[in-house]
């Protein structure tokens, strides 16, 4: 019993001085609230492009939702009724859809950076975009 005491309490040490460490060593990622502090710091965005982004950000955010909100009705409809045709095309329908109004969000975001920095962030952005597959939350970083 005293050993298996003894090797309870170093496998908890050891997890976590492997978590500890592992903070240390790799922050924490970004998280959607601070996508603005990125794009300025990433992007170096003026505090005027800045505003335009954030202004642009907070804009999009609930067209976002409300597509997410309906491509998730789709696919618990899909679920209960698997095959349907109808279902199978809006559900394409509105993931097309979503992908090119959230190009178009982008695309406008990059107008407020410098060219080469605008270039530089639709080549990042872009390719995630046409591959997302909307089974979670999107994330420009």
């Not at 019993?1 to 997890?15: C, E, F, N, P």
């Not at 603005?36 to 492009?49: G, I």
């Not at 009705?73 to 090119?100: F, S």
């Amino acid at each position: 019993m005293k050993r298996l005491l003894m090797l309870l309490a170093v496998v908890v040490l050891v997890g976590a001085g492997s978590y500890g460490a592992a903070r240390l060593l790799w922050p924490a990622p970004p998280t959607d609230e601070d996508l603005v502090a990125w794009l300025r710091r990433e992007f170096d965005l003026t505090t005027k492009q800045a505003a335009a982004v954030e202004k642009l950000h907070r804009d999009y955010l609930p067209v976002c939702s409300n597509h997410c909100a309906i491509i998730v009705a789709t696919r618990e409809k899909l679920a209960e009724k698997p095959g349907d045709a109808a279902l199978l095309a809006e559900a394409l329908r509105l993931k097309k859809a979503c992908q090119q109004i959230t190009l178009a969000h982008v695309r406008e975001v990059a107008t407020h950076m410098s060219a080469e920095e605008g270039r530089r962030f639709l080549s990042l952005v872009e390719p995630r975009i046409t591959r997302h597959d909307h089974q979670g939350v999107f994330g420009l970083k």
